[in-house]
C-alpha cells in the first residue's frame, strides 16, 4: 500500500543542509507522526512521503520555496531594550519567544547587541536554505479514504 493525501503516517528522517552535514534525525527517537496533505509539515516533506510504501527509504531534496520559504530582510529588526523586562538579557544566537501587538506568538534568534537593544530575526532559521531528507515511511496508521 502506498502513502497517499489523507493518511496518518510514521515516518523516520534525518535532515541535512547543503554540505551533507545532519541538523536534526527522528532515528534516536519516536518516528514523526503526521496526516498527509494535513499542511503540518512542510511542502517538500509532505510531496516526498506522499507515493511511499512501508520499509521505503529514499532521499529527497527540497528547494527552500517548498521548505521555509525565503529569507526575508524585513523579518530582521532592532528590538529596544527598554520595551523588555528587566531580567530580560538574551544570548546572541539565542532563540526567545515574543508576543506581537495582536497576541500572536513569534519566535526570533538573537543577532546581535545594539546600543539600545538586540537585533532580532524573526525568520525561521532554515528560511532560504535548500534540504535533505533522508526518509523511512515506519507505518502507514490510518487512512481517512478507507471506507
Same mark, same amino acid.
Given at each position: 500500500?502506498?502513502?497517499?493525501?489523507?493518511?496518518?503516517?510514521?515516518?523516520?528522517?534525518?535532515?541535512?543542509?547543503?554540505?551533507?552535514?545532519?541538523?536534526?534525525?527522528?532515528?534516536? /527517537? %519516536?518516528? &514523526?507522526?503526521?496526516?498527509? +496533505?494535513?499542511?503540518? =509539515?512542510? #511542502?517538500?516533506?509532505?510531496?516526498?512521503?506522499? *507515493?511511499?510504501?512501508?520499509?521505503?527509504?529514499?532521499?529527497?531534496?527540497?528547494?527552500?520555496?517548498?521548505?521555509?520559504?525565503?529569507?526575508?530582510?524585513?523579518?530582521?529588526?532592532?528590538?529596544?531594550?527598554?520595551?523588555?523586562?528587566?531580567?530580560?538579557?538574551?544570548?546572541?544566537?539565542? /532563540? %526567545?519567544? &515574543?508576543?506581537?501587538?495582536? +497576541?500572536?506568538?513569534? =519566535?526570533? #534568534?538573537?543577532?546581535?547587541?545594539?546600543?539600545? *537593544?538586540?537585533?532580532?530575526?524573526?525568520?525561521?532559521?532554515?528560511?532560504?536554505?535548500?534540504?535533505?531528507?533522508?526518509?523511512?515511511?515506519?507505518?502507514?496508521?490510518?487512512?481517512?479514504?478507507?471506507?
Amino acid at each position: 500500500m502506498n502513502a497517499k493525501k489523507g493518511d496518518a503516517v510514521k515516518v523516520h528522517y534525518i535532515l541535512r543542509d547543503v554540505n551533507d552535514e545532519v541538523i536534526e534525525s527522528t532515528h534516536d /527517537s %519516536v518516528p &514523526l507522526k503526521f496526516t498527509l +496533505g494535513d499542511r503540518h =509539515v512542510i #511542502t517538500g516533506f509532505d510531496n516526498g512521503v506522499t *507515493g511511499m510504501c512501508i520499509g521505503e527509504k529514499k532521499r529527497v531534496h527540497i528547494p527552500f520555496a517548498d521548505a521555509y520559504g525565503p529569507w526575508k530582510k524585513e523579518k530582521v529588526f532592532e528590538f529596544d531594550k527598554s520595551k523588555a523586562p528587566a531580567n530580560f538579557d538574551p544570548l546572541v544566537g539565542q /532563540s %526567545v519567544k &515574543l508576543h506581537r501587538a495582536d +497576541g500572536t506568538p513569534v =519566535v526570533v #534568534t538573537i543577532t546581535e547587541r545594539t546600543k539600545n *537593544g538586540y537585533m532580532m530575526d524573526a525568520n525561521h532559521p532554515l528560511a532560504g536554505k535548500d534540504l535533505t531528507f533522508d526518509l523511512e515511511l515506519v507505518e502507514i496508521v490510518s487512512s481517512r479514504n478507507e471506507e
